[in-house]
Nanobody
């Protein structure tokens, strides 16, 4: 099982980034997918999730209206489009796979290695 996230990097406040995560080693379409983030000295935080079919999405309060999660089951990919970025969005971003539609880390079975996003003011 592997989840490989990419697309992070430095960006100025107000800018945009799109993260991608490619999955392998499990039946991607059988899992809901989520994005979490962890800033230095802080706990890991739920960012966004998408159901197995991609038909429904759900977000953490701090990113609603700015981030959009989507998936492509044909390509085993999940995306996180991040707009209107703020310095407080700076964190390592992780993708993860869950049997259910969960906001909690404990609901996720597989985790990627993370990609760093740094937003400067």
């Amino acid at each position: 099982v592997q989840l490989q996230a990419c697309g992070g990097g430095p960006v100025q406040a107000g800018g945009s980034l799109r993260l991608s995560c490619v999955a392998s080693g499990f039946i991607f379409s059988s899992y809901s997918m989520g994005w979490f983030r962890q800033a230095p000295g802080k706990e890991r935080e739920f960012v966004a999730g998408v159901t197995r079919s991609g038909g429904s999405t759900y977000y953490g309060d701090s990113v609603k209206g700015r981030f959009t999660v989507s998936r492509d089951n044909a390509k085993n990919l999940v995306y996180l489009q991040m707009n209107s970025l703020k310095p407080e969005d700076t964190a390592v971003y992780y993708c993860a796979a869950s049997f259910g539609d969960s906001y909690s880390q404990s609901g996720y079975k597989y985790w990627g290695q993370g990609t760093q996003v740094t937003v400067s003011s």
